[in-house]
């Protein structure tokens, strides 16, 4: 069974640019979860979607948005890039949403290193 | 500021000994996990124990939750070099989910 797969591995970007991260769950995951790992910042939890929805998002400006498309896989878009944002993104999936966020195990991604200079 | 805060942030410990980190929280929660992170990678999930739980084992692992102190740790017993790494705690409340400020484990042969 295929883990979480997420792409590009490594994206460089400038100051003002935009960024598009995916993110293809394993099969039979419904919930996708992003994640950003800064240094010095922790891991901060960004968006958790479930069959297409928005559930949760954390501390994070509009600017920060993404999607969940019918197969379940995600997209996470980051516009107007600031240099703060150079950052590990972390995806996580798993099945089902009973219980709430953090109801169950969550197997992450590999993650995409954004760099922005 | 992140809900959960572990210590130690850096734990340095010979081959065989064990290992004990910590992670406090500040609200209500439905269940708390903890994963280990290699090298900026992915995370791998180690163990979760639900709120009305007070210990778990798993291999080499034990870890204990006590909700009256909003705390939990994970022993990590007889580590190996392969054992280092950061560790997190994750916990979860309704739709909320924050990460602890994690562990540095380095195990010496």
């Known amino acids: 069974e295929a883990g979480v797969t997420q792409s590009p591995t490594h994206l460089i970007k400038t100051r003002g640019q935009q960024a598009t991260l995916r993110c293809s769950p394993i099969s039979g995951h419904t919930s996708v979860y992003w994640y950003q790992q800064a240094l010095g910042l922790g891991l901060q939890f960004l968006l958790w979607?479930?069959?297409?929805?928005?559930?949760n998002r954390g501390n994070f400006p509009p600017r920060f948005s993404g999607r969940q498309f019918p197969n379940y896989s995600s997209e996470l878009n980051v516009n107007a890039l600031e240099l703060e944002d150079s950052a590990l993104y972390l995806c996580?999936?798993?099945?089902?949403?009973?219980?709430?966020?953090?109801?169950?195990?969550?197997?992450f991604g590999p993650g995409t290193r954004l760099t922005v200079l | 500021s992140q809900q959960g805060e572990e210590d130690p942030q850096a734990l340095s410990i010979q081959e065989g000994e064990n290992a004990t980190m910590n992670c406090s929280y500040k609200?209500?929660?439905?269940?708390l996990q903890w994963y280990r992170q290699n090298s900026g990678r992915g995370l791998v999930h180690l163990i979760l124990?639900?709120?009305?739980?007070r210990e778990k084992h798993s291999g080499r692992l034990r870890v204990t939750l006590d909700t009256s102190k909003k705390s939990s740790s994970l022993l990590i017993t007889a580590s190996r070099a392969a054992d280092t790494a950061s560790y997190f705690c994750?916990?979860?409340?309704?739709?909320?989910?924050?990460f602890g400020t994690g562990t540095q484990l380095k195990v010496e042969l």
């Open positions: 124990i639900r709120s009305n739980e």
């Open positions: 979607y479930d069959e297409g929805e928005e559930r």
């Open positions: 609200t209500s929660i439905n269940n």
């Open positions: 996580a999936s798993r099945s089902g949403t009973s219980g709430g966020a953090g109801a169950d195990t969550q197997y």
């Open positions: 994750l916990t979860g409340g309704g739709n909320k989910l924050t």
